[in-house]
C-alpha cells in the first residue's frame, strides 16, 4: 500500500487536491514567497499554498490556460512563462498570479496572458532554457515531437519567428536501414517520419512525413535497383510504400525553381496489404518476390517485375517478427518466416500463374508448401516459455502441404552457450559482408562483436567478444543493428531515439573525408505521375478489397433479384387498390368491409411487431448518432446561443412601413463583472495621514504594566482587610495616616502651585507672535493648496497630475465596466418596452381575430350589397417571434432532409462537372411549417372567438324546408334587425381601425425614445472604445508604475517609521529629563530633612554634613560568576580601590582628614547613624542620576541618527515622487495621444471668429457643460469670498486696536497689585518671602519615616521580649520539677545510707564474733567489701553531681548536661540484672 496514491497520500507525498480533480504534475515552480505554481493534465494552473490548492487559474471564458498538460514553468523578469503540449508559450503577469484568490464556490479565477507564442503546429514543447545573448531574449526549446527550436520572446516589433534549429526523431526508432552502395541511411519511427543520413559525413539529408508511423524498412537490392536508390518501408496501418532517392541536381533546372536541395524523395509506389502493422520486409535472393509479414497473422508475395503485383498470402500461426529467404549457396529458394509465438516456417516459392485479376476471388494461396519448427527447450519448460543465453541448432520436419498448424514441441538438437546473456538477450544481430564479424545488439543498449571462423560452421569457438555500453541501459534496447557496404562502419538505432556510428577499421586506414553519393535520378523522373497515396487507415487492404468487391458483387446480383420481387409486388398492390376502387362502387349493403380483407389476424400482428422491433433496433443503431448530434447542437448553443441574453426582435407596424428592432444583448462582459484589485492605490497624502492617523500614532505600551500592578496590590489590600489587627499595627498605622494627611497637604499646596503655573505656561504659550497666522486658516490654505490642483492643461508640460486625480489600469477597467453596466441597462430596459409592444401586437390580432369572426357572423345576416371589406388580419412575421425559429415538428425536420439532399446532390454534380455552386440558405429547417407562421391564436383568443357578443342575435340555420312568404310584422323586425347589424358592423370595424392606429401610434413613439437611446448608445461605445484603448496603454504603462508607486510606498513608510521614532526617542528623552528633576528634587529634599533633623545651633552640624556629602566610590553589583574564591578576590580588590579612591577623594577635597567610622564623644548616635543612611540614599540617587544622564545621551545620539536618516529619507521620498510624476506626465502625454471621438451640434461651438466658425479647430478646448457652469460659478464665489474675506480684515484690525489699549491697562493694574503684595509681606514678615515655599513646607519625611522604623523596631523587640519571658517561665517551671524529683531521691539515698550504716555494725559484730573461729580474713569477705565501698564512692560521686546540677540550675542560662554513669554502676546494674 505504501506506493498506491492512498499510502503516498497518507505520507505526505501527495498534495490535497481537495475539489479539484487529482492529476499529474509536469511542470511546477516554486514562487519567492513559498507558495507553489504548477500545471495540470488538463492544462490550467494550479496554485498551491502548503499542501492545498489555493486556486485553480484559467483564462476567460472558462478556457483551459493550455490545451493540454503544461510540461514547464518558469520565473523570468517579473513574468511567468508556461510550456505546454499545445506548442504555444505564454507570458502571465506574476503579481496577478501570486495575490491570486477564489471568488466563488467553484474554485476558478479568470486571468488572461499578457503575450502568447504559437510555435508551429503539431508542436509538444517539452523543456525551455534561455540563451546568454545579452541584449536579446532568445529560448531554446525543446520539442517532444522532434524537434529543437529557437524562440524569440521579447514581443516586440521585430520579433524573429520561430526557427526550428533541426529535428530528429520523437520515441523509439523502429527500423534501421543501410545502403548496398553508398554511406546511406534511412530510419523509421512511430512519429510518422521516415529520415534519410549521410552517416559518414554526419549529415542528416531529406525526412518525409506521413499519416502513420513506420514500423520497418528495408533497402531495395541492387538486383532490382542496380543504383541503390530505392526503400521499402512498412506502415502501423498495413501500408507498403517504395520510395526512391536521388539528387535533384541531376535534374534540368527550370525558372522559378525552388531552392535545390541535397536529395529528393519520389513515391513509386503504394499498396496495403495487410490490415495491422508490417513488422517484416525481405526480398528474394534474386529480386523476383518481395515477402511482407505483419502482425495479421499473414505473409503477403509480390511479383516485383510486373510492377509489384500481388501473387498471393499465406497463413502463420502467430504474428509475423522476421522474414529471410534462402541465400544463393541453397539450391532451392525458400522463405523462412519466424513468428512471436515461437513458431518458425519454411515455404517454397508458390507457382506463379497467370490469371487475369478480375477472375480472381482470393488472394490467400491454399496449395502452399512448408514445413513448420515449434521451438521448445528444456529451460523454456522450466521458466515458463522464457529462454535466453543460448544459441540453438534446429533441424526443420518435412514439408506438409496443410494450413492447419499442429500443437507440436520441437527441441534443438544442438546449442552453444553466450556469456552473460541469461538476463540481457540478443535482440538483433547482422553480419559483416564477408561473414567474419557477427554484431549483436543486446537489451540493455549494449553491443557484442564476435569473430566468425570460416572453418567453423558450427560455432564452437564463439567465445571471446568485444562487448560496448552504447544505449541507454533501461529503455535504449537495440532495435537495428547494420553494416555499411564495405563493412567500414557500424550504424546502430536504440528505443532511446539514439544513432550511434562506429568506424570498425582504424581510424589511420579509414578515409579522412568519407562522403555519401545520393543516387542520380532517372530518366523522366520528373515528369512520372505520383501515385494516389492511401491515408485512410480504414482503408481496404488488398485481400479486403477483392473481397469487398466480390461482395458487391453478389450484393448488386441481390438487389436484381429484390427489385424484380418488388415489381411484382407493386403490381399486385395495383391490382388490389383497383379492386377497393371497385368495391367502393357497389352499393353499401353489397360492399366488403376493410376487416373481410384481412384473411390472417396474425400475419398483421407479427408484421406489427417486426415493424417494431426494427424501429427499436434503428433507435439502438442510431443512438450514438443521436448522442453526438445533440452534444453537437449543445455545444452550438453553448457556443452562440447562451452567452446571448436577448436575440434580435423586429416589431413591426400594421398599417405603416415603420419598424423597430431591439438590441442583441450578450451578457455583461468581464469589466460589470470583475473587479480587479488595484495593485497601486494612489499613497494618501501626509495631511490625510495626519488626520487619519492623528497625534498619538503608535502609542508606546509600556504603560500597561501599570494597570496590573494596581490590581495585584488591590488583591493584596483586600486580602489584609480580613486580618485582624494587633496594637502595634494600630499604632503605626496612625502615624502613618498623620504623616500621610501633613504629606497630601503639602502635596495639594504644590499641586495647586504646579497647576498655578502651568496654567501660566499655557497661557503665556498661547500668547500669539508677532508673525502669528490662524491654524484655521493655515490649514485653510494647506488644503487648497492640495486640492485646489493644477489649473494647467494637461497638454502643458508642466502639468501636475494631483493624487487624487491618477488613474490606473484597474481604475480604468473599474471605469469600462461602469459604462458597460449603464449601457447594458438601458438596452436592456428598452428591449423590455420592444417586447411589452411585440405583447401588445399579440393582444392586438388577438382581439382583430376575434372581431373579424363577429364580423363574418354579422355579414351573415347582411345582404351582400351592404358588406363592408373586411380588414385584413395582421400578421407575425418571423423576425418579430425569433424564438420560433428553435421549434420544429415532423414537417420540418423533412423538409430539412430534402434540403440537405438536395444540397448534397448539387455537390455531386458540381464535383462531376467540375464547376463550383452554392446551396440554397441553409435556416430552413428553423421555419415553421405553412399554416403555422400566423398561427397566434392561443386558448383565451379561441375562447373569445367561440362566444358571441350579448348584442348579436343567433343567426338563423338553413333549413331543408321551404319557408313561407314573411308578413308586415317580420318584415319590420328583420328591418330593425338589418339597422342594428349594420351599425354593428360600422363599430366593429372602426373597432378594428381604432386598435390598428393606437398600436401604431405606441410603435412610433417607441420608436422616436429608441433613436434618442441609440445616439446615445453610440456615443457610449464611442466612449467605450476610448476607454479601452487608455486601459491597454495604462496596463502597458502599469508595472513600471507599480514599481516606482512600491519605492514611494516604501520609503514613505519608512519616514513614517523614522519620525515615529524620533518622536519616541524625544517622548523617552523627555520622561528621562523628568526623572532626572525628580532625583534632584529627591536630592534637595534629602538635604533639607536632615538639615531640619540637625536643628539649629547644634555644635557637630558640619561634621555630620561632611559625613552626609563624603564622596564614596562604592563596588558595582555583579551578578556572581566562576568560583567562590575569584567572588572574594574580585571583591577584596574592589574594596581596597573604593578605599583608595575614597582616600584620595577625602585628601583631596579636604585639607583635615576624619574619621566617619566612628561617633564622637557628645554627638547623638541617632543623628550619626542617620547621616550615615542618607549618605547610601545620596549615593543612590546620585547612582541613578549618573545612569539617567547616560541614557539621555544615547538618545541623543539615536536622535541625531535618525534625524540624518530622515533627511536622506526624504532626499529619496522626493527624488522617487519626483520620478513618479515625470512617469505620470509621460503617461498623461501618451493618453492625449489617443484621438477621442466627441460629436457638437452648432450651437455647443463658441469659438468663433469674425462670426464664423473656424476651419481648424485644432486649438480650442472641450468643456462639459456642468464644468464650464461650475467654473463660471466658482468666479462669482471667488468674487464673494473676497470681498467678505476684506471685510473680516477691517474687523480684525479695529479688534486688535482695542485689545492692545485694554492690554496696556491691564499691566498698570498687575503693578499696582505687586506693590500691595510687596508691602503686606514687609509689614508681616519684614522681608520679602517665598510664597510657594512657604505653602509647601511640610515635615521631614526622613526624619518621620526613620521614627516609624523605629516605632515598629521597639514593637517588634516588645514581643519578641515577651516570647523570651514565657520561655523563662516554662524552664523555671520544669527546673522546679526536676529539683523535687532529686529531693526525693535525695531522701532515699539517705535512708539507704542509715539501713547501710545499720547492716555495717551487724556485719562488724557478725565478723568480731566469727572471726574467733577464723585467724585469717576470706578472699570472699574482702571482694564483698570492696565492693560495698565502691558502691558508697559512686553514691556519692553522684550525690556531688545532683548537688553541682542544682547549683547550676538556679543560675540564669544554666546548661544542663546529662547525667554521668560510672561503669561500676553499669557493672552493677548488669549484675542485678
Keep these: 500500500m505504501a506506493f498506491t496514491f492512498t499510502g503516498l497520500k497518507l505520507q505526505g507525498s501527495l498534495g490535497r487536491f481537495g475539489k479539484t480533480s487529482t492529476s499529474d504534475i509536469e511542470g511546477y515552480i516554486e514562487l519567492p514567497d513559498g507558495k507553489v505554481l504548477s500545471g495540470s493534465e488538463w492544462g490550467n494552473l494550479l496554485l498551491w499554498e502548503g499542501s492545498l490548492i489555493k486556486v485553480e487559474l484559467c483564462r476567460t471564458g472558462m478556457k483551459s490556460c493550455h490545451q493540454g498538460p503544461i510540461n514547464q514553468i518558469m520565473l523570468d523578469e517579473g513574468e511567468v512563462i508556461t510550456a505546454g503540449s499545445d506548442g504555444c508559450v505564454r507570458i502571465w503577469d506574476f503579481e496577478t498570479i501570486d495575490t491570486a484568490d477564489t471568488i466563488d464556490d467553484t474554485g476558478l479565477l479568470e486571468i488572461e496572458p499578457i503575450n502568447e507564442l504559437q510555435v508551429d503546429k503539431n508542436v509538444n514543447l517539452f523543456s525551455m532554457i534561455k540563451m546568454d545573448e545579452i541584449g536579446n531574449n532568445f529560448w531554446l526549446a525543446q520539442d517532444a515531437s522532434g524537434a529543437i527550436w529557437k524562440l524569440d520572446l521579447s514581443f516586440s516589433n521585430i520579433t524573429q519567428d520561430p526557427e526550428c534549429l533541426f529535428s530528429f526523431h520523437s520515441g523509439a526508432i523502429e527500423a534501421l536501414a543501410v545502403s548496398p552502395l553508398t554511406y546511406l541511411m534511412a530510419t523509421t519511427a512511430l512519429d510518422c517520419f521516415v529520415r534519410f543520413y549521410d552517416f559518414a559525413s554526419k549529415t542528416p539529408l531529406i525526412q518525409m512525413k506521413f499519416k502513420q508511423g513506420g514500423t520497418s524498412l528495408t533497402w531495395v537490392p541492387r538486383t532490382v535497383s542496380y543504383g541503390g536508390a530505392q526503400i521499402v518501408i512498412g506502415f502501423q496501418d498495413g501500408v507498403v510504400r517504395i520510395l526512391e532517392l536521388y539528387d535533384p541536381k541531376g535534374i534540368t533546372l527550370f525558372a522559378g525553381r525552388k531552392k535545390v536541395l541535397d536529395a529528393e524523395l519520389h513515391m513509386k509506389y503504394v499498396f496495403k496489404p495487410h490490415t495491422a502493422e508490417v513488422t517484416a520486409l525481405a526480398y528474394e535472393r534474386d529480386g523476383e518476390i518481395l515477402a511482407t509479414g505483419s502482425k495479421d497473422n499473414t505473409v503477403f508475395l509480390f511479383e516485383v517485375e510486373k510492377d509489384y503485383k500481388p501473387i498471393g498470402y499465406f497463413n502463420t500461426p502467430g504474428p509475423v517478427c522476421q522474414l529471410m529467404w534462402s541465400p544463393a549457396s541453397h539450391p532451392e529458394s525458400t522463405l523462412m518466416t519466424l513468428c512471436e509465438n515461437g513458431y518458425i516456417l519454411e515455404s517454397l516459392i508458390p507457382t506463379i500463374k497467370d490469371v487475369d485479376d478480375h477472375d480472381v476471388v482470393s488472394y490467400e494461396i491454399q496449395d502452399i508448401v512448408l514445413r513448420c519448427f515449434h521451438f521448445s527447450s528444456v529451460k523454456s519448460k522450466i521458466l515458463g516459455n522464457y529462454d535466453a543465453g543460448f544459441l540453438y541448432h534446429c533441424q526443420f520436419p518435412p514439408f506438409f502441404s496443410d494450413s492447419d498448424f499442429q500443437n507440436q514441441a520441437d527441441e534443438p538438437f544442438d546449442f552453444r552457450f553466450l556469456e552473460d546473456t541469461e538476463d540481457n ?99 523522366g523522373i520528373e515528369s512520372e505521375p505520383i501515385p494516389e497515396d ?33 415489381e411484382h409486388i407493386k403490381a399486385l398492390r395495383n391490382q388490389f387498390w383497383k379492386l377497393l376502387a371497385m368495391n367502393k362502387e357497389l352499393p353499401v349493403h353489397m360492399q366488403f368491409q376493410r376487416t373481410d380483407f384481412n384473411i390472417d389476424a396474425i400475419i398483421h400482428a407479427e408484421i406489427n411487431k417486426k415493424t417494431i422491433f426494427k424501429i427499436q433496433q434503428v433507435e439502438k443503431e442510431l443512438a450514438w448518432e443521436k448522442q453526438k448530434y445533440e452534444l453537437g447542437l449543445k455545444k452550438l448553443q453553448n457556443r452562440f446561443h447562451d452567452p446571448l441574453e436577448s436575440d434580435t426582435v423586429v416589431v413591426y407596424a400594421i398599417q405603416s412601413e415603420h419598424q423597430i428592432a431591439s438590441y442583441r444583448l450578450v451578457k455583461p462582459s468581464k469589466y460589470s463583472k470583475l473587479k480587479r484589485p488595484s495593485q497601486s492605490e494612489r499613497r494618501p497624502s501626509k495631511l490625510e495621514r495626519f488626520e487619519k492617523e492623528g497625534p498619538g500614532r503608535k502609542e508606546s505600551i509600556k504603560e500597561t504594566g501599570g494597570s496590573v500592578s494596581l490590581q495585584e496590590e488591590s488583591i493584596i489590600e483586600k486580602g489584609k482587610q480580613f486580618r485582624p489587627r494587633t496594637l502595634s499595627e494600630i499604632m503605626v498605622g496612625n502615624q502613618i495616616e498623620k504623616i500621610k494627611k501633613v504629606i497630601q497637604k503639602a502635596e495639594r499646596a504644590q499641586n495647586k502651585i504646579l497647576q498655578r503655573k502651568k496654567e501660566w505656561d499655557e497661557l503665556y504659550k498661547s500668547k500669539p507672535d508677532d508673525d502669528y497666522e490662524d491654524p484655521k486658516d493655515v490649514q485653510a490654505i494647506r488644503e487648497a493648496q492640495m486640492f485646489m490642483g493644477d489649473f494647467n492643461l494637461k497638454t502643458a508640460p508642466d502639468y501636475k497630475i494631483p493624487e487624487h486625480m491618477r488613474i490606473n489600469a484597474a481604475k480604468k477597467e473599474e471605469e469600462l465596466g461602469y459604462l458597460d453596466t449603464m449601457a ?188 434618442k437611446l441609440d445616439t446615445k448608445m453610440k456615443l457610449s461605445d464611442l466612449h467605450h472604445v476610448t476607454l479601452f484603448q487608455e486601459m491597454l496603454l495604462l496596463k502597458n504603462f502599469e508595472k513600471q508604475e507599480n514599481i516606482l508607486q512600491e519605492r514611494v510606498n516604501s520609503l514613505d513608510k519608512e519616514e513614517q517609521d523614522l519620525q515615529w521614532k524620533i518622536n519616541e526617542t524625544l517622548k523617552e528623552m523627555e520622561e528621562k529629563k523628568n526623572e532626572i528633576t525628580k532625583l534632584q528634587e529627591q536630592e534637595k529634599a534629602l538635604y533639607a530633612g536632615f538639615q531640619s533633623a540637625l536643628g539649629e545651633n547644634n555644635k557637630f552640624a558640619n561634621f555630620l554634613m561632611k559625613v552626609l556629602k563624603k564622596k564614596i566610590k562604592r563596588a558595582k553589583k555583579k551578578e556572581v560568576e566562576g568560583d567562590a574564591d575569584e567572588d572574594e578576590e574580585s571583591e577584596e580588590s574592589s574594596e581596597e580601590e573604593s578605599s583608595l579612591e575614597s582616600d584620595e577623594d577625602a585628601s583631596g577635597s579636604e585639607d583635615d582628614v576624619f574619621d566617619d567610622s566612628i561617633c564622637p564623644t557628645n554627638c547623638d548616635a541617632n543623628l550619626f547613624e542617620l547621616a550615615l543612611q ?201 527546673l522546679m520539677m526536676k529539683t523535687k524529683e532529686h529531693t526525693k531521691k535525695l531522701h532515699q539515698m539517705n535512708d539507704l545510707c542509715i539501713e547501710k550504716k545499720k547492716l555495717d555494725s551487724r556485719l562488724n559484730t557478725l565478723q568480731n564474733q566469727q572471726g574467733n573461729a577464723f585467724q585469717g580474713p576470706r578472699k570472699a569477705d574482702t571482694l564483698a567489701r570492696q565492693r560495698v565501698t565502691e558502691l558508697v564512692e559512686s553514691q556519692s560521686e553522684k550525690i556531688s553531681a545532683l548537688k553541682e546540677e542544682i547549683a547550676l540550675l538556679r543560675k540564669k542560662g544554666g546548661l544542663i548536661l546529662p547525667p554521668i554513669t560510672s561503669t561500676q554502676e553499669n557493672e552493677m546494674k548488669s549484675m542485678d540484672a
Design 1174 to 1374: 542618607l549618605r547610601e540614599k545620596r549615593l543612590d540617587i546620585e547612582e541613578a542620576l549618573v545612569e539617567e544622564k547616560k541614557i539621555v545621551d544615547n538618545l541623543k545620539k539615536e536622535y541625531d541618527t535618525c534625524s540624518k536618516k530622515v533627511k536622506v529619507v526624504a532626499t529619496n521620498l522626493n527624488a522617487a515622487e519626483e520620478a513618479l510624476e515625470a512617469y505620470q506626465r509621460e503617461k498623461q502625454q501618451r493618453l492625449n495621444e489617443l484621438l477621442v471621438v466627441i460629436p457638437l451640434k452648432l450651437h455647443q461651438i463658441e469659438y468663433v471668429i469674425f462670426g464664423e466658425v473656424p476651419n481648424d479647430l485644432s486649438g480650442t478646448l472641450v468643456f462639459s457643460n456642468h464644468s464650464l457652469g461650475r467654473l463660471q460659478e466658482r468666479i462669482i464665489k471667488l468674487q464673494e469670498e473676497n470681498a467678505k474675506q476684506q471685510k473680516l480684515n477691517r474687523e480684525c484690525r479695529e479688534r486688535r486696536k482695542v485689545l492692545i489699549r485694554e492690554k496696556r491697562e491691564m499691566a498698570k493694574t498687575i503693578h499696582k497689585m505687586e506693590e500691595t503684595v510687596r508691602e503686606l509681606m514687609i509689614s508681616k514678615f519684614g522681608r520679602v518671602i517665598d510664597l510657594e515655599a512657604l505653602q509647601t513646607l511640610s515635615v521631614n519625611t526622613t526624619l518621620e519615616e526613620l521614627k516609624i522604623k523605629k516605632l515598629r523596631k521597639e514593637l517588634s523587640n516588645a514581643k519578641e521580649l515577651r516570647m523570651w519571658e514565657e520561655k523563662i517561665a516554662q524552664v523555671r517551671w520544669e
Design 824 to 1011: 447594458h441597462g438601458k438596452k436592456k430596459y428598452m428591449n423590455k418596452c420592444i417586447l411589452s409592444l411585440r405583447d401588445l401586437k399579440l393582444a392586438v390580432i388577438e382581439e382583430i381575430q376575434c372581431l373579424v369572426q363577429e364580423l363574418k357572423n354579422l355579414q351573415m345576416s347582411i345582404p351582400t350589397s351592404k358588406h363592408i371589406s373586411i380588414p385584413q388580419i395582421p400578421q407575425m412575421y418571423p423576425e418579430e417571434v425569433p424564438e420560433r425559429r428553435f421549434q420544429y415538428d415532423e414537417e420540418t425536420l423533412l423538409r430539412f432532409k430534402r434540403k440537405q439532399q438536395k444540397r448534397q446532390d448539387e455537390k455531386t454534380d458540381s464535383k462531376q462537372t467540375g464547376s463550383t455552386s452554392t446551396g440554397g440558405g441553409g435556416l430552413g429547417f428553423l421555419k415553421m411549417p405553412p399554416g403555422k407562421e400566423g398561427d397566434v391564436t392561443t386558448r383565451d383568443s379561441l375562447s373569445r372567438s367561440s362566444k358571441v357578443s350579448t348584442f348579436i342575435m343567433e343567426l338563423p340555420k338553413s333549413s331543408e324546408f321551404e319557408k313561407a312568404e314573411p308578413s308586415d310584422v317580420e318584415v319590420e323586425i328583420m328591418k330593425r334587425d338589418e339597422v342594428k347589424h349594420l351599425y354593428m358592423q360600422q363599430y366593429l370595424c372602426n373597432r378594428i381601425k381604432e386598435l390598428i392606429v393606437t398600436f401604431d401610434a405606441e410603435l412610433h413613439l417607441l420608436r422616436h425614445r429608441k433613436l
Design 534 to 566: 492511401i491515408e485512410d487507415p480504414k482503408a481496404y487492404s488488398i485481400e479486403n478489397a477483392r473481397r469487398k468487391r466480390e461482395y458487391d458483387k453478389l450484393m448488386k446480383e441481390v438487389e436484381e433479384i429484390k427489385a424484380g420481387k418488388r
Design 425 to 523: 538477450p540478443i535482440q538483433t544481430f547482422a553480419f559483416s559482408s564477408n561473414q567474419t564479424m557477427m554484431f549483436c545488439g543486446m537489451r540493455n543498449g549494449g553491443i557484442r562483436v564476435y569473430i566468425l571462423s570460416e572453418s567453423d560452421p558450427s560455432l564452437t569457438s564463439l567465445k571471446d567478444y568485444w562487448h560496448f555500453n552504447v544505449h541507454d541501459n533501461n529503455y535504449g534496447c537495440v532495435k537495428g543493428i547494420s553494416a555499411s557496404f564495405d563493412d567500414q562502419y557500424l550504424v546502430t538505432a536504440g528505443a532511446d531515439g539514439n544513432i550511434f556510428v562506429f568506424s570498425v577499421i582504424s581510424q589511420v586506414v579509414a578515409e579522412k573525408e568519407a562522403k555519401a553519393k545520393v543516387p542520380s535520378p532517372r530518366f
